[in-house]
Every structure is written in structure tokens, then in C-alpha cells.
């Protein structure tokens, strides 16, 4: 395993710097935004796609700086019930799909999207309880009549490209939970797995190693996003976690994205990755920097040193006491 970064909490820094700055740090891997919510800071699709030149200057300065790509990102809603949102969502993923494979790289991460209760609404609906019973009539439409058949398509698409999709598990998405991974999985192909956060399985009281068991058995870890949560139980006793209180007003806040081992420590994160090893992900674990008590590069540096003694170097032997 290698400790990665998801480049976008640099996007102030050019290509060139934030390379250099993690190569110093130790970081093995970048995963790099190329559009939807990420944004693509470092790798415009338009500059790099179908370009040769412009992706053998790009990998020339990645061999420079001793470091591959993890993963392409671009996270968006292809299912919004907007033709116009959702046809843009889709051109940005089938062109990330087909950059990565021009790369050669392994996975493109993205959400599972979410649709709306039916097909005359126009804004997402997420949907966490089957009663009344539309609520689950809804979600029955959401999955069968929209999500499954565009998934199908694209795993398909993705699969000519010999890209995986890896799916975050994010709330005000479709798929938000293992269960629900897996069930797209099933209905669609081997190329969709997941992009497994442990962040927003926290305040779901998911447990983290075994829902890394319950996929990972299924070969279904596709990539690994290193960010961590820490529930505030003052405010989680009062209102729960379903919190809508904006990220920023963090005090009042019942959870909130915390630079790793600011939410969990050393002891579990060495847990995660024995876990991940156990299910034969080899991988890279790219931090992600969404914590706002800390500036991105004093929380990538925290979590990279944290990842830093987590990590096995060498691959285990053969076990001469057993």
C-alpha cells in the first residue's frame, strides 16, 4: 500500500509544486480531480485528453517526483433529474473513464448519483426510511427505473476501457452504505466497486473494518480514501447525526471531517490498513483534506504521518511458525 493524496486541496499550487511538495513528503500516489464537484485543478480533461504530448509531459513529471496516479476523480450527480445536469455529469464521467485508460490508470472515482422520487420531479430525493409507503415506491423507481439501467451502461462503457468505477458511499447519494454497494454491484458488473471512505461511514456507526471485510471479500474495494470523522457527542445527544448545520459552524455541528487520527487514532487507522491487507487491497490510501479547524497542508502532513507508520513497507513472508 502507498500513502496517497487527493490533489484537490492544493488546487492553488500548480501541478508542478504540488507534485514536489508530496514527492518530499514521501507520498507515493496523486489522485487527481478532472471535473464535477473536485473540480480539475491539475488535469483538465480538455488539455489532456486524445493529447499525447500533453500526457507524456504529465507522466514525465510523475516519474520526476517518484509518484503514479491512484485514481482520476470526478464526482457528480449523472442520475440529477435535470437532463441538462445529468448529460454533463455523464460527458464528464465517460471522459474521465476514457483519460484514465489513455494513462493508464486503474479507476476513476465518482458517486452513485441520486435521482428524484419520480419522473415528473425535478430536485434529487434521498430516501432513508421505506414509510410511507411512497417513500418506498420512490426508491423502488429510483433504483430500478433509473440508477440500475444508466450503471449497466456505464459499467459496460467503462469495461471497454478496462477502467474500474469506484463508487464513494456518500450521503444525499443512492448508494450511501456497503449494502447498497454491493446490490449495484450485483446488478451491473465487476468493474463497480467501491472508492471506500471511511468518513462518512463514521457517523453512520458503520463499523469500518467490517464493512472493509464485507467488500473486500467480494473483490469489490476499487480504491481507498483516507479521511477521517469525529462525532461530537455533546451535540449528537441532542439532534442525532443527520445534521444539517452548515460545516463551517463546526461547534454546533454533531460530526465533522477531521484530518486523520483526529478522529480515530494511530491504533485503529494500523487496524484499517491490517484489515485492508487481510482482504488483499494493494492499493493506494489517498488522503483526502476536508477538515476545518486545519489548513490543507498542515492537515496532510498530520495524516501523512500518521499513514506513514501505519503502513507496511514489505510484503509478508512465508509464516515459518505456523
Known amino acids: 500500500m502507498d500513502v496517497g493524496v487527493l490533489t484537490v486541496a492544493l488546487a492553488n499550487e500548480s501541478i508542478e509544486d504540488t507534485f514536489s511538495y508530496l514527492s518530499d513528503l514521501g507520498v507515493g500516489a496523486v489522485e487527481l480531480g478532472c471535473g464535477g464537484f473536485v473540480g480539475d485543478p491539475h488535469l483538465p480533461r480538455e488539455k489532456y485528453l486524445d493529447d499525447e504530448e500533453a500526457q507524456s509531459e504529465l507522466q514525465s513529471l ?14 457528480n450527480n449523472p442520475l440529477h433529474p435535470v437532463e441538462d445536469q445529468a448529460a454533463e455529469a455523464d460527458e464528464e464521467l465517460r471522459e474521465a473513464i476514457r483519460l484514465a485508460s489513455q494513462l493508464d490508470v486503474d479507476a476513476v472515482t465518482t458517486f452513485s448519483g441520486l435521482p428524484a422520487g419520480g419522473p415528473d420531479d425535478s430536485v434529487p430525493n434521498w430516501i432513508t426510511a421505506p414509510w410511507p409507503n411512497e417513500h418506498h415506491e420512490a ?66 456507526d458503520i463499523d469500518i473494518t467490517d464493512a472493509i471485510r464485507l467488500l473486500g471479500q467480494e473483490d469489490a474495494i476499487h480504491h481507498f480514501h483516507a479521511k477521517d470523522t469525529k462525532v461530537y457527542d455533546a451535540n ?87
Open 62 to 75: 510523475l516519474d520526476d517526483n517518484d509518484l503514479y496516479i491512484s485514481a482520476l476523480a470526478t464526482h
Open 139 to 204: 426508491h423502488e423507481y429510483q433504483w430500478n427505473e433509473v440508477a440500475i439501467p444508466y450503471w449497466q451502461e456505464l459499467e459496460a462503457y467503462a469495461d471497454d476501457y478496462d477502467v474500474d468505477i469506484a463508487i464513494e458511499m456518500h450521503p444525499n447519494m443512492l448508494v450511501y452504505e456497503p449494502h447498497g454497494m454491493l446490490e449495484l454491484r450485483e446488478e451491473t458488473g465487476d468493474r463497480m466497486g467501491a472508492n471506500f471512505d471511511p468518513s462518512h461511514l463514521f457517523w453512520q
Open 236 to 322: 449528537a445527544r441532542e439532534k442525532g447525526v443527520l445534521d444539517t448545520t452548515p460545516y463551517t459552524e463546526e461547534i454546533d455541528r454533531s460530526w465533522l471531517f477531521r484530518s486523520i487520527g483526529y478522529g480515530h487514532g494511530e491504533t485503529f487507522w494500523k487496524d484499517v490498513v491490517s484489515t485492508l491487507r487481510m482482504v488483499e487491497y494493494d492499493g493506494a490510501l489517498s488522503i483526502e483534506h476536508e477538515d476545518s479547524l486545519t489548513s490543507s497542508k498542515e492537515g496532510l502532513e498530520k495524516a501523512i504521518d500518521v499513514l506513514d507508520r501505519a503502513v507496511f513497507e514489505t510484503n509478508p513472508g512465508d509464516a515459518y511458525w505456523a
